[in-house]
C-alpha cells in the first residue's frame, strides 16, 4: 500500500479520483461534509459528451448579452451583491474570447471530454449498474428552420465540433418530430450532435462508483471540513468533530474549494454559478435524447427519477435563497418542450458550477504547498470531465509521465 490520499469532496469529481487512486493501489479517505453526490453532481442535466469541447467565452458573446439577462427566457441572472466579485472575473472572462484562446481552451477540453464516455464505461464495469448510461443524441432545438440552418453552417459551436471530430446534422421540423415524438409543436428544426452518452441519474452513476471505490478500500467520512494546515509533513485536516492527517490532500470540493484554501494564501477566480433544475417523478411522456431549447439554454432529459429540466446560470452568493420564480419559470418552459408533461408533484433544485472565466478546471499540485493538489472548477462540464481529471490527478500524485499537455490546468495560471 502506498501513500494516504485525502479527497475533500465527494462530487463525481472526487469520487472519480478516489476511484482512478484505488486502482493504483493508493490508500484513500474520501470526506464531504454532506452524504455523497449531492451538490452540483446531484442535479445536473447529465449530458456526458466528447463534443463538449466549446468554453462559455466565445467571440462575439458580449452582442447576446442583453438577450440572455433581459430577454424572456431569463437564461442568465446576477446579483448585486456579486458584482465586486463577478466585474474582475467578467473582465477576465472576455479575455478569453479571443480566437487564440478558444482554440487553445478548445484542445484542453477535448483532452477531459473526449474520452468521457469510454472511460465511464469502464468505471462501471463491474457495478451492476452499467445501464445508467446510455447512448444519445443532442437535440438542439430551434423554434425556425432557417435560424437552425444558418447555426448550423456558421455558429462557431458546430464549427468548432465538427473539427474536433463530432458528427452534426441538420434535421427539419419531420425529422425532428419523428426522432423525439414528444416534443412540442413550437420546435421546427435542429441541429444534431451525434456520438454522446447522458446519465440516466447523474447521482446514481456517483454512488455506484462510489461504491466501487469503497469495494477496493476508499473509506468515505461526512466530515465537514474547516481548516487545513501542513504540520510535519502531512496535511492536517480539521472537521467540525474531528480530524485526520494525510501525505496528500486533493480539494475536489467543487464551487466551495476556493474558500476552504483562502486561509492558505491561495486566492482564485472561482465563481459559485448557480443552476437549477425541475423534475417531473411521473411525466407520462419520455425524450430520447438530450434536448436543449436553443433559446431558453435549458436542457431536458428523461431520468429514472423522471423527466428532468435543467439550466439557467445565477451568480449569486452560494447561501443565497433560491429564486422562487425559477420553478414557475422551467415548469413552463418544460411544457413548452414536452406539451403534454405531467407536472404534478414536481421537485426543485439547485446547485453551483465551480466556474473559472476560462472555463477549465485546476488540476495539478499547488508549487507553493507540496501535497496539496486541486482538482475543481470543471464549470458548466464537470459530470463529462469527471473520469478524466481523476484519472490525470492520479498520474500527477503518483509522479508518473504522460504526453498529454496539460497546461491549460496549471494550478499558477491565475497568479
Ligand atoms: C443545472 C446544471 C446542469 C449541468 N449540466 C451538466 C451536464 O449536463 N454535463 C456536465 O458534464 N456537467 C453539467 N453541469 C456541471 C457539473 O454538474 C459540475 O461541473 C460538477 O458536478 C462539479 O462536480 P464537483 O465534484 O467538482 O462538485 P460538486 O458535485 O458540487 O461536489 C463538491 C462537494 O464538495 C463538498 N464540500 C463542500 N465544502 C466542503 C467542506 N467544507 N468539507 C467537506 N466537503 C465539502 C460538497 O458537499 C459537495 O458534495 C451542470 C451543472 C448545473 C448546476
Redesign the pocket.
Known amino acids: 500500500m502506498s501513500e494516504t490520499v485525502t479527497i475533500?469532496?465527494?462530487?463525481?469529481?472526487?469520487i472519480c479520483t478516489a476511484l482512478s487512486l484505488a486502482e493504483r493501489n493508493f490508500k484513500v479517505r474520501i470526506?464531504?461534509?454532506?452524504a455523497?453526490?449531492?451538490?452540483?453532481?446531484?442535479?445536473?442535466?447529465?449530458?456526458?459528451s466528447p463534443w463538449?469541447i466549446l468554453p462559455q467565452a466565445v467571440p462575439g458573446i458580449w452582442k447576446n448579452i442583453p438577450n440572455l439577462m433581459f430577454g424572456r427566457h431569463q437564461v442568465l441572472k446576477t446579483r448585486m451583491s456579486q458584482l465586486p466579485k463577478l466585474v474582475p472575473w467578467g473582465i477576465e472572462f472576455f479575455r478569453n474570447t479571443a480566437p487564440e484562446k478558444v482554440e487553445r481552451a478548445s484542445e484542453a477540453m477535448s483532452i477531459l471530454c473526449g474520452p468521457s464516455i469510454d472511460l465511464y464505461r469502464q468505471h462501471l464495469v463491474g457495478t451492476k449498474h452499467e445501464d445508467f448510461l446510455t447512448e444519445a443524441w443532442y437535440v438542439h432545438a430551434f423554434r425556425s428552420e432557417d435560424t437552425a440552418r444558418n447555426w448550423d453552417e456558421n455558429a462557431i459551436d458546430y464549427r468548432q465540433r465538427r473539427k474536433f471530430g463530432a458528427e452534426v446534422e441538420f434535421i427539419g421540423d419531420k425529422d425532428l418530430h419523428r426522432l423525439e415524438p414528444a416534443l412540442g409543436p413550437d420546435f421546427k428544426a435542429a441541429v444534431l450532435v451525434k456520438g454522446q452518452a447522458r446519465a440516466k441519474s447523474p447521482e446514481k452513476i456517483a454512488l455506484a462508483l462510489l461504491n466501487k471505490a469503497l469495494s477496493l478500500g476508499v473509506t468515505f467520512d461526512q466530515?465537514?471540513?474547516?481548516e487545513i494546515r501542513r504540520e510535519n509533513d502531512l496535511w492536517h485536516i480539521q472537521?467540525k468533530d474531528r480530524s485526520f492527517e494525510s501525505e496528500k490532500l486533493v480539494m475536489?470540493?467543487?464551487?466551495?474549494s476556493t474558500k476552504?484554501l483562502e486561509p492558505l494564501g491561495i486566492k482564485l477566480p472561482l465563481m459559485a454559478e448557480?443552476?437549477?433544475?425541475v423534475q417531473f417523478p411521473n411525466p407520462g411522456v419520455a425524450l430520447n435524447n438530450s434536448v436543449m431549447d436553443i433559446d431558453a439554454k435549458i436542457?431536458a432529459s428523461s431520468m429514472t427519477e423522471g423527466l428532468r429540466v435543467?439550466?439557467?446560470s445565477e451568480f449569486c452568493n452560494i447561501n443565497a435563497k433560491a429564486d422562487p420564480k425559477r420553478q414557475a419559470l422551467l415548469t413552463k418552459q418544460a411544457k413548452t418542450i414536452v406539451p403534454d408533461l405531467n407536472t404534478e408533484d414536481a421537485s426543485f433544485w439547485h446547485?453551483?458550477?465551480?466556474s473559472f472565466p476560462d472555463s477549465l478546471p485546476l488540476i495539478g499540485e499547488f508549487d507553493t504547498h507540496p501535497g496539496l493538489f486541486a482538482s475543481?472548477g470543471?464549470?458548466?462540464?464537470?459530470?463529462?470531465?469527471?473520469p478524466k481529471s481523476g484519472e490525470i490527478l492520479s498520474d500527477l500524485i503518483e509522479g508518473r509521465k504522460h504526453n498529454l499537455d496539460i497546461s491549460a490546468f496549471n494550478t499558477k495560471r491565475f497568479s
Open positions: 475533500v469532496g465527494a462530487g463525481m469529481v472526487g470526506i464531504d461534509k454532506n455523497p453526490a449531492q451538490g452540483a453532481s446531484y442535479g445536473n442535466a447529465g449530458i456526458i463538449s466530515a465537514e471540513m474547516l472537521c475536489a470540493a467543487g464551487a466551495w476552504l448557480r443552476g437549477y433544475h436542457v435543467a439550466g439557467a446547485g453551483h458550477r465551480p475543481f470543471h464549470s458548466h462540464y464537470g459530470l463529462m470531465m469527471a
